[in-house]
């Protein structure tokens, strides 16, 4: 069975030596009473709760699943009186304002809870986290009326969201929904149509499911620009049930223990979230929320992998080490040390780059200045399909290494790591493909506002090397970060022209683009870790781990950034010739 210690010292040590989380959330007046020890005590808290009640449901969650008979799902074993305990304990509740019942705590407290749910169950953790996501999408676009009637329930945990967009003839391309809403004469709207891919949209957790739809009105512009967002619940507030049906559940490689719905919506009673044709506006804070979760997702599953391997290394004995020990601990062979780092350095890596851009979402939302809310608000813009998509793919690589540590135990159920593998896998495809996100990034955050975004991210790192420590142990960071920086402002600029020119190619290059803007975040937050470290490494081995992991970091992953550049500035090609017509 895994095995899961919260990463509390870690967690420490980004949140109060690389960034000062408490200075930066006392300068927002609503936060200005929250201290470190509050926030280390929630953390504990939550990995204690995710350690001790969830991990133990986590196996039998994938070998049972749930389970679907005549239009209901039985969530896995334990579930249930789980999610029960986590409603009791407040923790649906953490972040949301306090006029909904909520305890009105900083952003960065959900996202370190999302963190440690997501290791100790990715299945749980979708149920569990939903809400927040959803309150965002309600807090921007819906009603009065619809916001007093639904977040205090979302923030009380009663009821569960769920996000249906998806259709059997439109995956990615939502703009072929065909749903239809009509209206009903007194307020509300009766939706038909039929769904696929729904995440938790029929479950035994609450009576009450709280579903988004997209859908059309009559008359309503074709593609994506004709989709409006309703509110449909599953139970009306007479009691009565509405006209939803689930049809069945996917039967998928991972993540058996959330439930996949296809649903059907027959003439189902809904409400209006935001104006008419503005379904995607509304939709989009619960997307980027949804998004940012996925993040948290590959960096939980990372996390349990990776401590997981750590400790059968150290346990398994085989072979010659280079010092003649036979047999020894497989910890001794440099090419296990060198899986390991990799996996270390993908996730604390991961880890700072969530909950920096956490505390971020802070600032956006809280800071007394406008410009500085508008400025960082535009820097997470630009952050979010970087953690969608550069995380959750490194996440993949991370999880086949502990595998690969395990040899051919990791192959077998038994361990428990072939569980995470398939779990992590819908984490670089749900909430929009890698490829996706790259295509949002390099079209829409860096070419079509003129490199603003990116300018803000040149100014984040460039004022830290302009104010960071010196000495000739700093430069071996500092001089290949502003390097890599300097490669992404150069791969931009070629990019752009390549648009000025009228060349679309560019989007061939863009997955490659996310990752080099990737490393380049990456390497911003390991410099700023080693920068951290350093000080105190001499003495204490903790310390001394953290800086030769961010050592290895730069001689052994971020030399990709360079071979990404290359890939960029080639000469453009048509790869459509490739492949013969059908």
């Not at 807090?139 to 916001?147: D, K, P």
């Not at 027959?266 to 619960?286: I, N, S, T, Y």
Request: hydrophobic letters at 45%; one cysteine or more.
């Amino acid at each position: 069975m895994l095995q899961y210690r919260p990463p509390l010292r870690d967690l420490e040590f980004i949140l109060h030596e690389m960034f000062d989380a408490q200075g930066m959330l006392n300068a927002l007046p609503c936060h200005a009473g929250i201290d470190a020890e509050t926030i280390g005590q929630i953390a504990a808290e939550a990995g204690r709760f995710a350690a001790e009640e969830i991990l133990p449901l986590n196996a039998g969650a994938d070998q049972v699943g749930c389970q679907w008979r005549n239009g209901a799902v039985t969530t896995p074993p334990g579930f249930a009186r789980a999610y029960g305990e986590f409603r009791e304990l407040g923790w649906p509740s953490m972040c949301a304002d306090a006029d909904d019942g909520g305890q009105a705590l900083p952003r960065l407290v959900f996202s370190l809870v999302g963190e440690m749910l997501s290791t100790c169950s990715h299945a749980f953790a979708m149920y569990a986290a939903v809400n927040h996501c959803a309150a965002s999408c309600l807090r921007h676009s819906a009603s009065q009326a619809l916001r007093r009637q639904w977040l205090p329930r979302l923030a009380s945990g009663q009821v569960i969201a769920s996000m249906c967009m998806t259709e059997p003839q439109a995956g990615s391309d939502i703009g072929l929904l065909t749903t239809k809403a009509e209206e009903d004469g007194d307020g509300a709207y009766l939706i038909t149509g039929a769904k696929i891919f729904a995440s938790g949209a029929e479950h035994d957790l609450t009576p009450n499911i709280m579903h988004l739809v997209l859908a059309r009105l009559p008359g309503a512009p074709a593609g994506s620009r004709g989709l409006s967002l309703f509110l449909v619940p599953k139970v009306l507030e007479d009691g009565t049930p509405n006209k939803i049906t689930c049809d069945g559940i996917e039967h998928k490689m991972g993540l058996h223990g959330s439930a996949t719905c296809s649903m059907r919506f027959e003439r189902a009673r809904g409400w209006l979230v935001g104006e008419p044709h503005q379904g995607l506006r509304a939709m989009f804070p619960m997307m980027n929320e949804a998004r940012l979760l996925s993040g948290l997702q590959a960096l939980g599953l990372s996390e349990l992998a990776l401590q997981n391997s750590l400790e059968y290394a150290r346990e398994r004995l085989q072979g010659r080490s280079p010092a003649g020990r036979q047999p020894c601990p497989i910890i001794q062979h440099p090419d296990v040390q060198r899986m390991l780092l990799v996996q270390k350095a993908w996730t604390e890596g991961a880890r700072a780059f969530t909950h920096w851009t956490a505390l971020l979402l802070d600032v956006a939302q809280w800071h007394p200045d406008a410009q500085t809310r508008s400025d960082t608000a535009d820097l997470i813009s630009l952050l979010t399909p970087l953690i969608k998509g550069f995380i959750t793919e490194n996440a993949q690589q991370s999880i086949s290494l502990a595998l690969q540590i395990h040899g051919g135990h990791g192959y077998i159920v038994e361990t428990g790591i072939e569980q995470l593998a398939r779990d992590a896998r819908v984490t670089t495809i749900y909430e929009g493909t890698t490829g996706i996100q790259a295509q949002d990034l390099l079209q829409r955050k860096v070419l079509a506002d003129g490199g603003r975004r990116l300018g803000l991210l040149n100014a984040e790192i460039k004022g830290w090397l302009s104010a960071c420590p010196t000495g000739p142990w700093m430069r071996e960071f500092s001089d290949p970060l502003a390097a890599a920086l300097q490669d992404l402002n150069a791969a931009t600029a070629l990019l752009d022209q390549r648009k000025q020119n009228g060349t679309d190619l560019s989007l061939a290059v863009s997955t490659h683009y996310l990752r080099l803007m990737g490393h380049v975040v990456l390497a911003f937050l390991w410099a700023k870790a080693a920068a951290a470290a350093a000080p105190k490494a001499q003495g204490d081995a903790w310390f001394a781990a953290k800086l030769t992991t961010a050592r290895f970091y730069y001689s052994h992953l971020l030399p990709e950034s360079r071979h990404l550049l290359a890939v960029i500035e080639a000469e453009p090609l048509s790869m459509e010739a490739a492949f013969e017509p059908a």
